[in-house]
C-alpha cells in the first residue's frame, strides 16, 4: 500500500522534469504560430500579386510579335471572364477539412504529450542509475515500489494533460485573435465555437481521448519503462535496435511483422477517426469500444502491470549501471 510519502515523490518528479514537461509543448506552440505567420504573410502575398497583375482588364489589347506575319491579339477572344467580386480568400486545409479545426489542434497536443511521456520513461530508471543518485535514495526509508509507481504515474498524466492543458490555453488565444485580426483579413485559421456542443467537443473528447490512449498504450509505456531499468547506455537505441532485429528476423523466418505491428498499434497515440466518433455519437461509440475491445483491455492492463512489477524488482535487485 503506498504512503503519504508518494505525493513527495510526485513533486520531485516534477522540479526534476519540469523543462521537459512544459518545454515540450510550447515547442509545439511556437512550431504552430510561426506555421500561421508563414500561412498569413504567403497569402498576403497571393493578394497582393493578383491585385497588381498585368493581366488585368486596363492592359489588355497587347500586341503579340513573334515574327513578320504577326497579327494583333485579338481583343474579343482575350476578354476575361468577370468576376463577381475582386478579391481573393485564401483558404488553409488542414486533415482535410477547410480551416484548421480546434478538435484537431487538441489531438495533436495531446498525442504530442504522449511522446513526450514515452521519451521520459525511457530515461526515468537509467538516470538516477547512471549518477549515482540512486544510492542516496536507497539510504533513505523510500519504497523503491513507490519510487517506480511515482515515475510511471507522473509520466502517463502529467505529460499528456499538461499538453492538453496548454493547447487549451493555445486555441482560446486564437479564437481571440481569429475574431479580431483574421476576421478583418478575410482569414478563417480555425472553426468557430457556434455548434451546441461545444463541452462535448473541445473538453470532454480529449480527456476520453487521453483515457483510451492511457488503456491502449499502458503495454508500450511499462515496456519503455522496463528499457530504462535495463540499459546500460544510450536507453533509446535499447529499445529501437532490438524491435528492428525483431522486425527482420520475423520477416527471415515468417515473412510478417507481428513484433512490430503489436507496437505500434498499442502506441498510446489515438487516430483522429476515434475523436471525430467521439463527437459524432460518444455514447454509442464508447459502448461499442469497449464491448468490442474489452477483452484486449483487460489484457493491456494485465500486461502493463507484470512489466511494471519487473521494473520494480529490477529497482531493488539490479540497479547497478
Known sequence: MLSQNFSMHLRREYWESRNWLLGLPLLLVT??????????QISDHIQTTVSESPFSSENQGIVLNFGDGAQPLDETKTEQPESEDDDINVHFKFDGHDNLSGLSMLELFINFGWIGALCYLST??????????????????????????????????????VSLFIGWL??????????TYYAANDLDLVRSLGDNNWLLTY???PLTGYCLGFVKGI???????????????????????????SALAEQIIADSY??????????????????????????????????????????NISLGA??????????KHRFEI
Not at 227 to 240: D, G, Q
Not at 306 to 315: K, S
Request: one cysteine or more; proline letters at 4%.
Open 31 to 40: 512550431f504552430i504560430s510561426l506555421a500561421i505567420i508563414l500561412l498569413t
Open 124 to 161: 526515468s530508471l537509467y538516470s538516477d542509475r547512471k549518477d549515482a543518485s540512486i544510492l542516496f535514495w536507497k539510504s533513505l526509508p523510500v519504497s523503491d515500489t513507490e519510487q517506480v509507481l511515482s515515475k510511471f504515474f507522473f509520466a502517463v498524466i502529467s505529460f499528456p494533460l
Open 170 to 179: 493555445f486555441l482560446a488565444t486564437l479564437l481571440v485573435l481569429d475574431a
Open 203 to 205: 473538453l470532454i473528447t
Open 219 to 245: 503495454p508500450v509505456l511499462a515496456f519503455t519503462m522496463l528499457v530504462s531499468a535495463i540499459a546500460k547506455r544510450l536507453p533509446y537505441l535499447w529499445l529501437i535496435i532490438p524491435l528492428l532485429a
Open 258 to 299: 507481428f513484433v512490430v505491428s503489436w507496437f505500434i498499434t498499442h502506441f498510446p497515440i489515438i487516430e483522429s477517426e476515434v475523436f471525430e466518433r467521439l463527437t459524432a455519437n460518444y455514447g454509442g461509440f464508447l459502448f461499442h469500444h469497449f464491448a468490442r475491445n474489452a477483452v484486449d483491455f483487460v489484457i
Open 306 to 315: 507484470l512489466i511494471i512489477f519487473a521494473c520494480i524488482w529490477l529497482r
